[in-house]
């Protein structure tokens, strides 16, 4: 009957049929540029308040980089745990239980991004005197960190709505949001910083603001649709079972992400033994990191979506494909990166510093790190693949075993031993082939176990 308005079945892509390789390239290309437009506006944080205000607001606000990463790193696990179950749903077209995961998924991860941000201000110092933080520093770190939580449950909101987008192919939107509040905070870190003379509580207020926007405007986005992805606030509540299910997937992924961070809380213990010199060198050459990292990220994203529409759909080969597809695109983009970055080092550190000493310092890094990217590849796409077919807390004990006990034996045996930079950088490459065997080996054995069924 015309006139009569229905419901699309439809939340966008289609990842049961078609060209793998087309279609994760299409899928991972707007999540990527996002991953790094939100590394690009983190660091004008930092360039702001150290170009236009002083040398203490500047290390007040890098010395809670690493807690930022532990806090944010747990909210964008619970994402993960909502994309890879709105993911499976979709592809096995089970509407009905989809509407539950996401009315839950709404509300979990905003009593989470509440919970987190409570967590962050109330042991703010407690945090940071563990983290040994200056003394002429703590204050302002304090203050920026604090501000800088009130922003939590909106980034808990911006991970749920990016996941079930995302999960239904939709990345170009989520993007065009994320730039949208970035230019937001670029503009306001100025305005509050050079008009208002305000420092680290300046970019924490830029910082928060453009998180609530980025949130309402994927809000609006989801609240408007006209489709199963559709979320109705009328409706939420708490379906037992989908908050079952996305705490499993949820939590250990969050837990994760969490672990990488404390495990980098002793190399860089190892990286202060040196002199002010090699630390600025490492510094500067560890802002290519996360640029690399949230490029082969896409791609992980991808493989976790992919198989979880897929298994929905009861396509165990499909599945497969898409696994392998990750690992070719990841372990390529880093491997191109990393040249880059190797060939032009130079060049690029010197966009940080103008001191040849530090340039040098910074290279005897990124000799090691560039043609070390690349093998964590096999490692990440693993565990996103566990987690795309509904297995969480095995990948996450392995890592915890791999890349976090192991380093801190490493820095605590190897690295003492020898007290070089390559003999602790190369902690990297060696934790990531440790742990990627494992992985791949758990992925193995559990795919071949797995009982798919299908559409119904």
């Known amino acids: 009957m015309s006139g009569i308005k229905t419901e699309n079945t439809s939340c966008g892509m289609d990842m049961t049929s078609g060209s793998l390789w087309k279609k994760i390239v299409l899928f991972s290309i707007p999540l990527m540029m996002s991953q790094v437009l939100e590394v690009l506006f983190n660091m004008s944080d930092v ?10 607001a500047l290390g007040a606000v890098g010395s809670t980089t690493i807690l930022v990463t532990l806090f944010t ?31 839950t998924a ?6 989470v991004g509440i919970i987190v941000s409570i967590i962050c201000i109330s042991c703010a110092h407690l945090l940071l005197n563990l983290l040994n933080t200056k003394e002429e520093l703590i204050d302002g770190a304090m203050l920026y960190f604090r501000i800088y939580a009130l922003g939590m449950p909106a980034m808990a909101v911006y991970n749920f709505g990016n996941a079930v987008m ?22 306001l870190n100025l305005i509050f910083v050079i008009g208002f003379r305000l420092a680290e509580q300046g970019v924490a207020m830029a910082s928060i603001i453009s998180q609530y926007i980025s949130a309402t405007l994927i809000m609006t986005n989801l609240l408007r649709r006209n489709d199963v992805c559709k979320l109705r606030l009328s409706q939420v509540r708490i379906n037992k079972n989908a908050a079952k299910a996305i705490l499993m997937l949820g939590i250990p992924a969050g837990i994760q992400n969490a672990i990488f961070a404390i495990a980098n809380l002793f190399i860089q213990k190892g990286v202060n033994s040196f002199d ?42 499909r599945m497969l494909h898409s696994y392998f ?4 695109y990841s ?16 060049q690029l550190l010197s966009l940080f510093t103008s001191e040849p000493a530090v340039i040098d310092a910074g290279m005897a890094r990124i000799k090691i790190m560039a043609f070390s990217y690349a093998v964590s590849a ?39 031993y020898f007290h070089s930079i390559p003999s602790l950088y190369l902690v990297y490459v060696f934790s990531w082939t440790i742990t990627a065997i494992a992985e791949i080996a758990y992925f193995a054995y559990s795919f071949k176990h797995l009982n798919v069924r299908g559409r119904y």
Not at 325 to 328: G, H, Q
Not at 333 to 345: E, N, P, S
Not at 395 to 414: E, K, L, M, N
Request: aromatic share 12%.
């Open 47 to 56: 360039a702001v308040v150290g170009k236009f205000a002083s040398y203490e």
């Open 73 to 103: 790193g747990f909210l964008i696990g619970m994402g993960c745990g909502v994309n890879v179950i709105v993911a499976r749903q979709l592809g096995a077209r089970q509407h009905k239980d989809l509407k539950d995961t996401i009315q």
């Open 106 to 111: 709404f509300i979990l991860c905003l009593i």
């Open 166 to 187: 995302s999960a239904g192919g939709d990345t170009k939107r989520p993007l065009l949001y994320l730039f949208i509040a970035g230019i937001v905070n670029v503009c």
């Open 276 to 317: 002010s010199v090699m630390v600025s060198g490492n510094s500067a050459a560890a802002n290519f990191d996360a640029l690399i990292y949230n490029v082969m990220s896409a791609f992980y994203t991808a493989c976790s979506s992919f198989m979880g529409q897929n298994m929905g759909a009861g396509n165990k080969k």
């Open 325 to 328: 597809i990750s690992i070719v």
């Open 331 to 346: 372990f390529c983009a880093a491997g191109i990166l990393g040249t880059v970055l190797f060939v032009f080092g130079r």
């Open 378 to 416: 096999f490692m990440d796409a693993s565990i996103a693949a566990s987690r795309g077919i509904g297995k969480s807390v095995g990948p996450t004990i392995i890592v915890i075993s791999g890349s976090c006990v192991f380093r801190v034996a490493w820095v605590y045996t190897i690295f003492a």
